[in-house]
């Protein structure tokens, strides 16, 4: 890892510097533009060479943890390994270098392609029909909520509330809220699961769904599940499922079996497509027979041998992204799905099952484990026991950091106070789950020895812990150009 | 934890204080306490009607927001432009610099319905000594 | 092949230390009868045998490697710098998540805050955020930003409806129509006159009740929009004006800043990113330094460390969902980080000079191929307006625009899009895009073959 901090990559501009030549360039172009259309001053870009754009982007990039570099067990987020193989053949030209509005002819292979994921999300899910035109897990949430508000309106019965865990993620109630309907949130039961008289309680006629997230964010199966769906069903409600924790289903159990309406799927977490720092990902929705008709358009056909758009239903609920979703990683998760197939897909839930109860079986003496009992693929513990040496989980998190480990992630979910949310995924070996556990062990006792060293932490990375007070109150969120003065002068580490 | 004697106070962790015919609302020192760093204040616009109980501005730390609820109803008479701009006074000054906004009252019998410094001091007693926020 | 590292005896030991029996111990809470009866896939393959069925996938597909292509409609083909590809294709940038622990993601929170500063320079926007979906998306957004920022002010329902004109890509328009679905607003089109919004109509319809104008420059028929007036007539009637732009051509063009956006949108794909399809795409999204508070998204902002010295952090972060939920300015929870570096990548790499020269040749490469093309007896122009790098034109003499595109994809072209789907009363009408990926050579072979028609 580099520690030296990287100027800006404004800061080493040259006034007249050049990194790529364009094969015929012109200046004549301007006069085609009317005055009133015509940009007056050019945008003060960077001006730099070839060379100072790779160093500057590999230097940066050294200064970030990545899955390819460290051990990542942020809870929720399924930070498996992210093979090479998809990558490669993503890169092709035949799938890279499309555009989305060719002919159907020239895209056959593409659209075998779409229509295949689509089918094998089917089986793995139990669901009876997909969409991958949502761009993320949160796009699919929104995408399930309009469905969700479609079906009622089309029984002319619009209900308006949707009900929502209080240790759901909080895309649940935002996604709600931006589909237009009221949260109310359930109280979490005493086994950190969905408390069956809660729901009762607050099931109503106005009920349009339960959203609820299986595993739920502790980790737990909510066993309650076909009860639950049978109850909901009964008020004439849906049952949506937050995907997001498919990893610790596969071959398993099935949504659609439970009794789930629709669900998303997280591809850039169970499906191996990689995080990107933030995305792209892709949101999948899948649902029941009852409710494909409300998906949104477009859709792949498949007509005898050809594949093709169908662009109108009447009942659809529109579009959610422009063409058809983000297709480049759709194929990197299809690549994942063939291969692992079946058994290997079966293989990666038990792997992951395996190495959280591992992890969780070494740590939970040190690091009380709410609700405990086996797990899924992920565990929350709780670090209230360090409160005492003055240590929070926000200090264990950086002092991780020294350790060569991103952090789990930390205060969430909100039932559980201190959270350290962990979850090791299927492609890491015993041998890193030691050491991230030995890691962990060791804080525990330099937070009761030398608490300053995780009070202060962390050390060992290009800065230390930043002034978000500051980041809020004087919010500096661009570069200002020369004559403006620097306001944080560059600090060159020794 | 100072709670001044001469204001009244809510569940919710506002304070207010009768003026001339108005009322000054501002959050407590423990609420400022518990927020930590305030970074960020939204003021309602002047002239708007607010009602008791109703959120009518927004208080943020660098991880957490939360409504300020009018503790009376009436309207928003005069904010503190000095506030947004320099939220740090909200921790240095709650009852002092660090006030919210005024309001002329609505329904002047809410007052009656108000805590009391002694009530609220009780509150915030079994508050802290409970699971916590 | 499953990428699992621990053997079965590995396995076993830990089952051990964990304290259960088997693995079926620690599915204990799964109901029986619930448990997965079939799971009807096809066997895992080798790494050679992926290789082999995907040729077979990709293998009917043409790409824009085979086939020159003329099609545009809100997805451009570009350059892309090698450079983009090299750096991009990095494990350190693939494969990190949303910078939470800022310390040890200070490459991928300096880069987003250089990527902010850019799209503000590009746009002439004071405040811009780490990125959204897509454009499609970035815009719905915008729609949702202007509704909760211009809530009950004035009439008694307060403003809740939107103009959107006719002239802005459909895919956009009904994204925005999805995501408002919700809302208890309006959404009125306003209509196109001569392939630009009219003004006449967007006057009449600016009501005390509108929260914004949401337009496109260029437009979806490449046009160019009267956009300072359209700004002018929103806010003299108290509403947002919100421009959705193709960074590309602000090489050469006013800026949304320079025309009064209070929003400016735009599909960022088109700065180093390959179309792949379509998707993924790079939602671009900056606003007035005024609503700032009321904006969707990450934002990285730069701070000092304890030491002093100068580090990168997400903040703002009270409007995002995993603090307010349900009060959130938006549910979006990510970025298209990958797709924002890849546009922090290419716009260093061009530079001022560069996007403005490759800017400049997709311009005037439009216009030559326009003014060739009407020249044809069967080809009119539709609209007499200015444009960058897209047109519209009419076939004559029956001649179909499928039939047209079917005889120059026999010659090796994409030829313009048919417009017919979207706007059937241009009648025979497709929209032909011409960037600095096309020479002249491709120009005079798609003549000749048009000649031939």
Known sequence: MALKPEPLIFERSVPGRRAYRLPAPTAAGETLLPEEHRRQDAPPLPEVAELDVVRHFTRLSQLNFSVDTQFYPLGSCTMKYNPKLNERIASWSRFAQMHPMQPAPTVQGFLRLLDELEQALCRITGMAAFTLQPAAGAQGELTGLKIIRAHHRLKRKPRSTILIPDSAHGTNPASAALSGFRVVELTSGANGRLDLEELRAKLSDDVAAVMLTNPNTLGLFERDIAAIAQLVHSRGALVYMDGANMNALLGIVRPGDMGVDLLQLNLHKTFSTPHGGGGPGAGPVGVTKALEDFLPVPRVRKAGTRFRWEERSTRSIGRVHGFYGNTGVLVRAYVYIRTLGREGLQRVSRAALINANYLKARLSKTFPVPFDQHCLHEFVASLKPLKASGVTAWDVAKRLLDYGFYAPTVYFPLVVDEAFMIEPTETESKETLDAFADALLRIADEARTRPELVTHAPQQMPVARLDEVKAAREPDLRWTPAGAPDPHPLVTAP | ?133 | MDYIPNTDEQFTAMLQTIGAGSFEDLLADIPPELRCRSFDLPAGLSEYEVLGLFESLAGPNRSLREVTSFLGFGAYQHLIPTVVDALASRGEWLTPYTPYQAEASQGTLQMIYEFQTLICELMQMEVANASMYDGASSFAEAAVLALRTRPATGGAGGRNRLLISEAVHPHYRQAASTYLSGFPCAIQQIPQTNGVTDLEALAAALKEDVAAVLMQQPNVFGCLEPMEQAGELAHRAGALFVANAYPISLGVLKPPGAYGADVAVGEGRCLGSPLAYGGPGLGVFAATQALLRRMPGRLAGCTVDQAGRRGFTLTLQTREQHIRREKATSNICTNAGLLCLRATLFLSLLGPQGLKELAGMSLQNAHALFERLRQLPFVQPVFDQPFFNEFVVRYTDGRTAEAVNTRLLKAGFFGGLPLAPWYPELGEAALWCVTETIGQEQMNRVMETLERV
């Open chain 2, 1 to 133: 934890m100072e709670i001044p004697q001469a204001l009244r106070y809510t569940k919710s962790h506002e304070w207010a204080k009768q003026d001339g015919g108005e009322i000054v609302v501002g959050i407590t020192a423990h609420a400022q306490e518990e927020l930590r760093d305030v970074v960020y204040v939204e003021l309602p616009p002047v002239g708007k009607a607010v009602t008791q109980g109703e959120p009518a501005a927004v208080v943020e730390s660098v991880k957490a927001a939360f409504d300020i609820y009018a503790p009376v109803s009436g309207t928003v008479t005069k904010v503190n432009e000095a506030i947004p701009k320099s939220p740090q006074l909200v921790n240095q000054d709650c009852y002092g610099q660090g006030w919210f906004f005024v309001l002329k009252p609505g329904q002047p019998a809410e007052w009656n319905a108000l805590m009391t410094a002694d009530a609220y001091a009780t509150l915030i007693q079994t508050h802290s000594s409970g699971s916590g926020t």
